[in-house]
Every structure is written in structure tokens, then in C-alpha cells.
């Protein structure tokens, strides 16, 4: 595999998104995590070495350091984040760690005779930065190649060595330009464009026949978002009829979830079996008195597993329980390429229990939502499973801060539907990635019929997002917000006090839990 992109996995969140967009500029990568060995990935003769992000700091004694092969190889280096930093360490330069760090939009100013940013326009543009160190003095042999109002350094190049490093994420979706810069260095590298993501259906329903041979049932949880039912689609090519869909009715879907969810499955494919399973009550038992977010999703994952071994039971034989885990949800709860921090355990990855009674097969679990989605329109799924914005499994326990009460639920279930109807009927619905309500833990004061009440809160959150890796808050029409907060304070019982969310992620996170 000669000339294709190895990149060195520092522990980023979004690695894999650098994998990925290289994909899709024609070119093969892999990732490499930066604890293992590089003899072998540069014995397959890399043409281009892409160093990640991280969430260490480089000063700190445990911190990964940067194999010497790497700037021995003498193959061009981009340097991202936490890769700039460890390539500024060691060829001279040095760091201070920032006191408040810099986290999410930056206007970045490019040196436009710097060969990375070749043809990009002569303004400023938005750059995404999620950094706590910062290069403080320039290693011989660098110059700089742009900065911003906050950071002198915020890009440099050795172009002699062909070493460049950026501070920001050209990888995620919220910087611009950013696919641009990665092309250019993958062209001032001089690699060929020959790589195409064509067979990827095919290639994972014979994985799926191979592993499931001769005849071994599987069991797929379905949820109804377009990850579940694109698993189940390929599942279903590669095992027919010993394939068996799942769907649990856990408690925490929403309003008129499951009849939604029954109709357009079970239209879209009659011949795929589907099985709804009412399981509310054990959740919502497990779940009494429970606060904290981790806690709640290791409950909930539990128990959707022992839910999955009843029906399974019922069914007789069944070895394999298959899930449409994205690569999203996989990094956020483990690392399973490198030293990656753990944000929150998405039910179907970090909530699943040690000792799992199924062998799990997850055929989707190195993509993004967008390729799933174009997965999907490639096999022919109906834009109504396959717009249906995600949900988490957790459901509304990890929209309810604090307690998962009946009450709590209907409010919420209350507020998440309207909330949905006003984006819908503005026409927002494909343009925003995710609109919800979230139900606050605090009480306020408020004047309702001249009387005086201390009712509950809702935050509304709507964010735009192509990867769920990245997002932005969404700028709702004032209208279509005041229509909300009019809504909720008069038709939600008990609520009397609207709040929009206007952060980005990072720092926050799309989910309030
Ligand atoms: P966060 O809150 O981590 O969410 O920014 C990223 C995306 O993932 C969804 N999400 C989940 N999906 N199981 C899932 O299947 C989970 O446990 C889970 N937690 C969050 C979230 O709704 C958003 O789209």
C-alpha cells in the first residue's frame, strides 16, 4: 500500500474524522496508535504522516512523546493540535500551558504565501481550536504561517523539511477550509488520488455470512434511527431469516415513538422480522432514585442487555447481538485506537456489561452518521427512516437532570414534542441535526394568572452538526423560538421558564448527560 496516509493517534476525539476526510479526498489512510511500535505501519511505506490531536499536554511526564522515527523518516508531517506541539517539542521549540485554554470557534489569519494554505481566500477565516498548551517559540528552521487575535503561533511550516503543524482541527466539519488545507498537503506530499469507498455494503455483508456461519441467529437491537435499521438492512442480505429485530420499548421514547417507529419499519420491510418488546417497567424500576448521568447510562445499557438475553431466550440458539454503533459512539466511551479521554458511555459501547452473554457484530462502527446515511440511500432506505434525527438509546432519562420520575417523563415528553413541531413546521427539520427539550432540575419563580408559581425549567437545544463529532448551536428565527417558549409555558404543565442553549461542542457536549 505504498503512498497512502498513515496518521499517528494521539488520543484525539477526532482522529478518525482526519481518516476519514482523507478518505474521501481519494486517498487511503490508517491510523496508527501512537503507543504501539511504527516499525512495521513504515516498513509499509507511508507516503504522508499525519500526527492527531490529544487531550494530554505535552509538558507532563506520562504524556505520549513523539517516536524519533517519525522525524527520521523524512516524509512530510502534518502536525494537528496536539501533533503541532509535540513536533514544536522536539525540534526545538517550546510551550507554556494556557490558564483558560482555548476551546471552539477562532478567526485564523493564513500567511498566504505558506504553501498550506495555498489558494484559500486572502480574509480571515473560522478555524475549530479545542487546546489547554499553546507553541510559544518557533523551533529553528520554522516560520510561522498564521495566527489569531489570541495566538501568535497558530500555524508553522519547515518547508524544506516538509513538516507543517496547525493549532485548530482542519478534520471537523466547523473549521473552514479545512478539507482545502488537508488536500493541499496531501498534494505538496505528492500522493496519488486513487482510493474509493465503493464496496463498503458488499464487503460488510460477506464479514457478516463469514462470521455467522453456518447457520448461527443474530439478534439486532433496533432503535428505528437510520444507524439500527441500515445494520439490520445489511443483516438481514447476509443472514435472511436468522436474523431477529428487537425493538424495546424501554419507557424513555418519545411521544408516539413506538407506533412511529412499527409503522415505518415494519412498511419498509415486511419480511424483516420485528419483535417490540414493552420493558418500561424494569427501566424506570431500575432507574428510581438514580442522579448521576454515567450512572444512568450503565443502568439503562445493562438492561437493555438482559431484555435482549430474555428474548433471545425465547427464541432458543442465538449467538450474536448486532447493534448500528457509530464510530461517535464508540470513541466517546473507550479508546480503541489510542490514549483517548472517555466523555460519556454511549449505551450500545461503554454501557454494556463485562460479562456480555452474545458475540457482537457492529458493521458500523468505523463510520459517521453522513456515511451511514449515503450507506443507506445507496441500498435504498426510505428518507423517512433515513432523515429521522438521531436519538440517543438512553432515551429522556439523560434529558432529565436528575431524578427519572413518571412525571418527569410526561412533562418532557410534553415539551420534546413540541419542540419538534415548531422546527418541523418552520421547515428546519433536515437542516438541524438534532432539536430537543431538556428538563432542568432547578425551579424558578414566575407570574402566571396574577398568582405567583415556582415551576420547572426546559432548555431548548437545536444544533446544527454533520458528524455529531462537532457542533454549532443553531440560530433559530426569534419567532420560531418565541413560538416555542410561548408553547411550553402555556401548554407543559408545571413549566414556567424557557432557556436556549447556545453552546457549542466542544466545550459542551450535544446532550446535556
Ligand atoms: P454527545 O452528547 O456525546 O452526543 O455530543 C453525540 C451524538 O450521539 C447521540 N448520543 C447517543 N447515541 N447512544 C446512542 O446511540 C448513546 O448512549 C448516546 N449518547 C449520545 C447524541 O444524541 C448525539 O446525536
Not at 481518516?19 to 512495521?40: F, M, S
Not at 448500528?324 to 483517548?340: A, F, N
Not at 413549566?495 to 442553549?501: A, G, K, S
Amino acid at each position: 500500500m505504498a503512498g497512502h496516509v498513515l496518521i499517528i493517534d494521539y488520543g484525539s476525539q477526532v482522529t478518525q474524522l482526519i481518516a476519514r476526510k482523507v478518505r474521501g479526498l481519494g486517498y487511503y489512510a490508517e491510523i496508527l496508535p501512537a503507543n504501539l511500535d511504527l516499525t512495521q505501519s513504515l516498513s509499509r511505506k507511508p507516503g504522508a504522516l499525519i500526527l492527531s490531536g490529544g487531550p494530554a499536554s505535552v509538558e507532563e511526564p506520562s504524556a505520549p512523546t513523539l517516536d524519533p522515527a517519525i522525524l527520521a523518516s523524512g516524509l512530510p508531517i502534518l502536525g494537528i493540535c496536539y501533533g503541532m506541539q509535540l513536533l514544536a517539542k522536539f525540534t526545538g521549540g517550546a510551550l507554556t500551558r494556557e490558564a483558560a485554554g482555548e476551546y471552539g470557534p477562532a478567526q485564523f489569519y493564513a500567511d498566504a504565501s505558506s504553501a498550506l494554505f495555498k489558494d484559500l481566500p486572502p480574509k480571515a477565516f473560522q478555524v475549530w481550536m479545542s487546546h489547554g498548551d499553546r507553541v510559544d517559540t518557533l523551533p529553528p528552521g520554522f516560520k510561522i504561517t498564521g495566527h489569531t487575535l489570541d495566538l501568535p503561533i497558530a500555524a508553522m511550516s519547515d518547508e524544506s523539511r516538509k513538516i507543517h503543524a496547525i493549532q485548530f482541527h482542519p478534520e471537523v466539519h466547523h473549521t473552514d477550509h479545512g478539507l482545502d488545507i488537508l488536500k493541499n498537503f496531501l498534494v505538496l506530499s505528492k500522493l496519488t488520488a486513487d482510493w474509493q469507498m465503493s464496496s463498503f455494503a458488499e464487503k460488510a455483508v460477506k464479514d457478516i455470512i463469514e462470521r455467522t456461519a453456518p447457520d448461527r441467529h443474530v439478534l439486532c437491537g433496533l432503535s428505528g434511527g437510520v444507524d439500527s435499521t441500515v445494520a439490520a438492512f445489511l443483516l438481514a442480505k447476509a443472514v435472511g431469516t436468522r436474523l431477529h429485530s428487537v425493538f424495546v420499548d424501554n419507557g424513555l421514547l418519545r411521544q408516539n415513538e413506538v407506533e412511529q417507529v412499527r409503522e415505518a419499519f415494519t412498511s419498509a420491510y415486511p419480511d424483516i422480522e420485528l419483535r417490540v418488546v414493552d420493558a418500561g417497567e424494569i427501566f424506570l424500576d431500575r432507574l428510581k432514585g438514580v442522579t448521576e448521568p454515567e450512572e444512568k447510562r450503565k443502568i439503562i445499557g445493562h438492561t437493555f442487555i438482559e431484555v435482549f438475553g430474555q428474548e433471545a431466550k425465547k427464541l432458543g440458539q442465538v449467538d450474536f447481538l448486532a447493534q448500528g454503533t457509530l464510530y461517535p459512539d464508540v470513541i466517546e466511551s473507550i479508546s480503541p485506537y489510542g490514549p483517548s479521554a472517555m466523555i460519556k458511555s454511549h449505551h450500545n459501547v461503554g454501557g454494556l456489561p463485562k460479562d456480555l452473554p452474545f458475540e457482537l457484530i457492529e458493521p458500523l462502527r468505523d463510520l459517521f452518521k453522513d456515511e451511514v446515511r449515503a450507506l443507506g440511500a445507496s441500498l435504498g432506505i426510505p428518507d423517512k427512516l433515513l432523515w429521522r434525527q438521531p436519538f440517543p438509546g438512553p432515551g429522556l432519562a439523560i434529558r432529565i437532570i436528575g431524578q427519572v420520575t413518571p412525571q418527569a417523563l410526561s412533562i418532557l415528553r410534553q415539551a420534546d414534542a413540541v419542540v419538534r413541531e415548531e422546527i418541523a413546521k418552520a421547515g428546519l427539520d433536515r437542516e438541524i441535526w438534532q432539536a430537543f427539550a431538556v428538563l432542568l432540575s432547578n425551579r424558578s419563580v414566575g407570574v402566571m394568572g396574577d398568582g405567583r408559581s415556582y415551576g420547572q425549567v426546559i432548555a431548548v437545544r437545536a444544533v446544527t452538526s454533520v458528524d455529531a463529532m462537532t457542533a454549532d448551536w443553531a440560530r433559530l428565527p426569534y419567532e420560531v423560538l418565541g413560538n416555542i417558549s410561548r408553547r411550553l409555558t402555556n401548554e407543559v404543565a408545571g413549566i414556567n421558564r424557557v432557556v436556549y442553549d447556545i453552546s457549542t461542542k466542544p466545550p459542551s457536549t450535544i446532550e446535556w448527560e
